[in-house]
């Protein structure tokens, strides 16, 4: 079935939503690539923020966590999701696709891989994550699919999620913590680092002065906004139509907090974030 012919049988419409979801605030990185480069389309947004981090869980309830935010997000027909979450798009990325019922759905982890491949020059890719992430050895698996040459060094940086969501941004604390994470990496003379959590591109101001000027900083919302743009375009669910909304946006917990936290990262005012109920 053929992309055209898929979104036919679907009755997919143009102005119907785009879904993301992530365990908290780091998929924000995602709604802001993405207005940035698609602002006619409307967007709605799911953080796990009662659930998060996600990538401190085991497979099994990440691949629930997964299905069950699906499904959230499919009350409100949107034309495709993005999964905007490394964990999830490492470990349960056919959960997603399953409970989409045939809708397009983007991971964010193929999208990182292929920058990471197309920008890295001594095909030297350092990758940072989650535990789960990285611990599933989903990046080095699909980047040796783009690039059998390529040599690709992992390293987990579990206390980089609970700091974006302090908004611990430029702390020294943070610095101190992103040296020690990166040092290793550094050493094996890598030039391109892949930001394999959607949360690490909050700090990415922060990584790039550890990191230096030699490497490359892949941000993996950047990439996933190009690859859904790619994919509506070719779809021809692309919105023509000029839409002014603001991102419609769903928390389980906390949805003060995340409301700052939006106004933060996206410089914009939001009147409201809805609690739901998981």
Not at 186 to 203: A, E, Q, R
Request: charged residues 20%; proline residues 4%; aromatic residues 6%.
């Amino acid at each position: 079935m053929n992309l055209q012919t898929s979104a036919e049988t679907l009755n997919l419409k143009a102005e119907r939503p785009i879904g993301i979801f992530d365990s908290g605030i780091g998929g924000l990185t995602v709604v802001r690539k993405i207005r940035e480069r698609l602002p006619n389309e409307r967007l709605i947004y799911f953080g796990d923020t009662a659930r998060v981090p996600y990538g401190t869980k085991s497979q099994v309830t990440v691949r629930r966590y997964a299905a069950e935010d699906t499904r959230l997000l499919l009350k409100y027909q949107p034309k495709m999701i993005v999964v905007a979450c490394n964990t999830v798009s490492a470990l349960a990325l056919d959960v997603v696709e399953h409970e989409s019922g045939g809708l397009p759905v983007l991971g964010v982890l193929k999208a990182g891989a292929n920058l990471a491949v197309k920008y890295s020059q001594t095909k030297h890719i350092g990758v940072i994550g989650t535990i789960a992430t990285i611990s599933s050895n989903a990046y080095p698996l699909e980047i040796s699919k783009l690039d059998c040459e390529a040599e690709v060094y992992s390293k987990a940086c579990p206390l980089f999620v609970p700091l974006a969501e302090e908004g611990f941004i430029s702390h020294q604390a943070t610095k101190l913590i992103a040296t020690e994470y990166l040092t290793e990496l550094l050493v094996k003379k890598i030039d391109s680092l892949v930001l394999g959590c959607t949360h690490y591109p909050i700090l990415k101001s922060m990584l790039a002065e550890v990191t230096g000027k030699n490497v490359v900083i892949i941000d993996s919302a950047e990439a996933v906004a190009m690859e859904v743009e790619n994919l509506l375009r070719e779809k021809s669910l692309l919105n023509r139509e000029i839409n002014q909304a603001l991102p419609k946006v769903l928390v389980s917990d906390l949805p003060q907090k995340f409301k700052t936290m939006f106004e933060l990262f996206l410089g914009l005012s939001l009147p409201d974030v809805e609690l739901v109920e998981m």
